[in-house]
């Protein structure tokens, strides 16, 4: 455990922003997960629309510095490709 002020506090920073980071990630996950799981079930309308909200989750994990700009174009840009491909198929 710290033994100065300043250490004791950032600590508990640390605990609340780890928390908080692994809320927001999970989020982000669940909303790739629901796009994934609709294209596996090969319906189309429910994929499109769970791409349209995942968009937003995946942007704002942008700005609150979860993952990288790069990696969330390209999170949008293979489950558009995904979302798309669905209607090649059938």
Same mark, same amino acid.
């Given at each position: ?38 294209? &596996?079930?090969?319906? *189309?309308?429910?994929?499109? #629309?769970?791409? !349209? +909200?995942? $968009? ?15 990696? &969330?174009?390209?999170? *949008?840009?293979?489950?558009? #490709?995904?979302? !798309? +491909?669905? $209607?090649?198929?059938?």
């Amino acid at each position: 455990m710290a033994n100065i002020k300043s250490a004791e506090k950032r600590a508990r920073q640390t605990i609340k922003r780890r928390a908080h980071n692994m809320a927001a990630r999970s989020k982000l996950r669940s909303a790739i997960k629901e796009v994934v799981n609709a294209v &596996a079930a090969g319906n *189309k309308d429910e994929a499109a #629309a769970t791409l !349209k +909200a995942a $968009g937003p989750i995946i942007d704002s994990a942008v700005n609150k510095g979860l993952i990288h700009r790069n990696k &969330a174009s390209r999170h *949008k840009s293979h489950l558009n #490709a995904r979302v !798309k +491909a669905i $209607g090649a198929s059938a």
